[in-house]
């Protein structure tokens, strides 16, 4: 295949990701809207499945799965097959958008959603069958590797939710585990793993730098799975477990700090090469994922971890904190850095507005959770948030017109 045939599949697939994330951005201001006032179109759980399942399926997956594809054909290998599975992962995404957004867990949803898991699957089946052939100069693949395997993991989490959805049969803690099991694995797996192996490709393919990775992966690779007790501590797990998920808590933070500290060894050779918004959205993805390791490390402390689970609103701006400070920041910017997205002034306005939107949007979201723990209830904080979740709406708009509107790119 012609490298301007290449080209032209990621930045068209980029596109639609970016389209995809501005629909996410979209629900999330229909859904603030219902908490504040009257709407009475959508059922608002209804919108919260299709806003998730669709930020997960329908951006950061399709994202991963646009470097993951790149990543081998720049190995040498150009898998049609792959690219098949991204349009059907795609149309899946699509179709789980409007099932869940109509009918929440209704059978077509059921379907569709064990239709994308099968699709990993496959990813992951032919992912490792390359695994030979493969230029080991190219660094990512035992990363991409891993968060392919953690991916699949996950999905016991949604074959046992969709189980219990489908034949009603509702028990607390096993629907709480359930969730923060798939959870867990997108987000500590999944996510950081196909984050981290799209960045040290990108610092590859830019720079043709690498940097010493192998301790920071053993850490973080045996830590995901006694992690995940870090999300059922309101189990009241036995004191030897407890210990355990403690000790993993902290080689995954060990881990983490040894891969910033590596990043860091390049900063003389690449930070000067970098386009400011790629920088800036470095920056800021990385301070959010500084903090959401922070914050797990303190969440062993008992006291904590009961208050954090607790409140819902310090949930949800946990969750925002990972998926759309740290991880969609992340993944926008190499998007940016690739030059698979248009970077021209009318892309940086909108960059800026969305990271001053989503700073905004954390800023409210903690003062809610942090009100929450005296259920203290702060005068207009509907109205903030839905005001901000606008802004962040908005901001995506910008960029996405940005793509389309011939102005010099810039560097």
């Not at 400070?325 to 926008?332: E, K, R």
């Given at each position: 295949?012609?490298?301007?045939?290449?080209?032209?599949?990621?930045?068209?697939?980029?596109?639609?990701?970016?389209?995809?994330?501005?629909?996410?951005?979209?629900?999330?201001?229909?859904?603030?809207?219902?908490?504040?006032?009257?709407?009475?179109?959508?059922?608002?759980?209804?919108?919260?499945?299709?806003?998730?399942?669709?930020a997960f399926g329908g951006w950061v997956t399709l994202g991963l799965y646009l470097f993951i594809s790149h990543y081998l054909e720049e190995s040498g290998i150009?898998?049609?097959?792959?690219?098949?599975?991204?349009?059907?992962?795609?149309?899946?995404?699509?179709?789980?958008?409007?099932?869940?957004?109509?009918?929440?867990?209704?059978?077509?949803?059921?379907?569709?959603?064990?239709?994308?898991?099968?699709?990993?699957?496959?990813?992951?089946?032919?992912?490792?069958?390359?695994?030979?052939?493969?230029?080991?100069?190219?660094?990512?693949?035992?990363?991409?590797?891993?968060?392919?395997?953690?991916?699949?993991?996950?999905?016991?989490?949604?074959?046992?939710?969709?189980?219990?959805?489908?034949?009603?049969?509702?028990?607390?803690?096993?629907?709480?585990?359930?969730?923060?099991?798939?959870?867990?694995?997108?987000?500590?797996?999944?996510?950081?793993?196909?984050?981290?192996?799209?960045?040290?490709?990108?610092?590859?393919?830019?720079?043709?730098?690498?940097?010493?990775?192998?301790?920071?992966?053993?850490?973080?690779?045996?830590?995901?799975?006694?992690?995940?007790?870090?999300?059922?501590?309101?189990?009241?797990?036995?004191?030897?477990?407890?210990?355990?998920?403690?000790?993993?808590?902290?080689?995954?933070?060990?881990?983490?700090?040894?891969?910033?500290?590596?990043?860091?060894?390049?900063?003389?050779?690449?930070?000067?090469?970098?386009?400011?918004?790629?920088?800036?959205?470095?920056?800021?993805?990385?301070?959010?994922?500084?903090?959401?390791?922070?914050?797990?490390?303190?969440?062993?402390?008992?006291?904590?971890?009961?208050?954090?689970?607790?409140?819902?609103?310090?949930?949800?701006?946990?969750?925002?904190?990972?998926?759309?400070?740290?991880?969609?920041?992340?993944?926008?910017?190499?998007?940016?850095?690739?030059?698979?997205?248009?970077?021209?002034?009318?892309?940086?306005?909108?960059?800026?507005?969305?990271?001053?939107?989503?700073?905004?949007?954390?800023?409210?979201?903690?003062?809610?959770?942090?009100?929450?723990?005296?259920?203290?209830?702060?005068?207009?904080?509907?109205?903030?948030?839905?005001?901000?979740?606008?802004?962040?709406?908005?901001?995506?708009?910008?960029?996405?017109?940005?793509?389309?509107?011939?102005?010099?790119?810039?560097?």
């Amino acid at each position: 295949m012609k490298p301007e045939i290449i080209s032209t599949f990621y930045q068209k697939y980029s596109k639609i990701a970016l389209i995809n994330l501005t629909l996410v951005a979209l629900i999330g201001v229909i859904m603030r809207y219902k908490i504040g006032f009257d709407f009475p179109f959508f059922d608002q759980k209804h919108l919260q499945h299709a806003h998730s399942h669709f930020a997960f399926g329908g951006w950061v997956t399709l994202g991963l799965y646009l470097f993951i594809s790149h990543y081998l054909e720049e190995s040498g290998i150009h898998s049609k097959a792959l690219k098949k599975l991204i349009h059907i992962q795609l149309l899946l995404s699509c179709g789980m958008l409007i099932s869940f957004a109509t009918g929440g867990y209704s059978l077509l949803s059921i379907v569709l959603s064990t239709a994308s898991v099968l699709v990993s699957y496959a990813y992951l089946y032919l992912f490792t069958g390359y695994r030979k052939i493969i230029h080991p100069e190219v660094p990512g693949y035992k990363w991409y590797l891993m968060a392919l395997i953690f991916q699949a993991i996950s999905s016991v989490g949604t074959f046992v939710l969709a189980y219990m959805m489908a034949t009603h049969s509702f028990h607390q803690h096993t629907y709480l585990a359930s969730v923060y099991f798939f959870l867990h694995f997108q987000y500590n797996g999944w996510f950081l793993f196909g984050i981290i192996g799209s960045t040290l490709y990108f610092f590859y393919s830019q720079f043709k730098v690498t940097v010493s990775d192998n301790l920071a992966y053993i850490l973080l690779s045996i830590s995901v799975f006694p992690a995940f007790g870090l999300s059922i501590l309101w189990m009241d797990l036995p004191a030897y477990l407890y210990l355990i998920v403690i000790a993993f808590v902290i080689l995954q933070s060990i881990g983490i700090i040894l891969l910033l500290l590596s990043f860091w060894n390049l900063k003389p050779i690449i930070l000067p090469k970098l386009p400011p918004i790629v920088k800036w959205g470095s920056i800021f993805g990385g301070s959010a994922y500084g903090i959401k390791f922070a914050m797990q490390l303190a969440s062993v402390i008992p006291a904590l971890s009961h208050l954090a689970f607790g409140f819902r609103p310090v949930v949800i701006a946990y969750l925002h904190l990972v998926l759309l400070a740290a991880t969609s920041v992340i993944l926008l910017t190499l998007l940016l850095g690739q030059n698979w997205l248009k970077n021209n002034q009318w892309t940086i306005s909108g960059f800026a507005v969305l990271l001053l939107g989503i700073f905004l949007n954390e800023a409210g979201l903690g003062a809610q959770g942090i009100a929450s723990f005296d259920y203290i209830v702060i005068p207009g904080i509907n109205l903030y948030l839905f005001a901000v979740s606008c802004l962040i709406l908005l901001s995506l708009i910008i960029i996405n017109l940005a793509q389309y509107i011939k102005t010099q790119s810039k560097s």
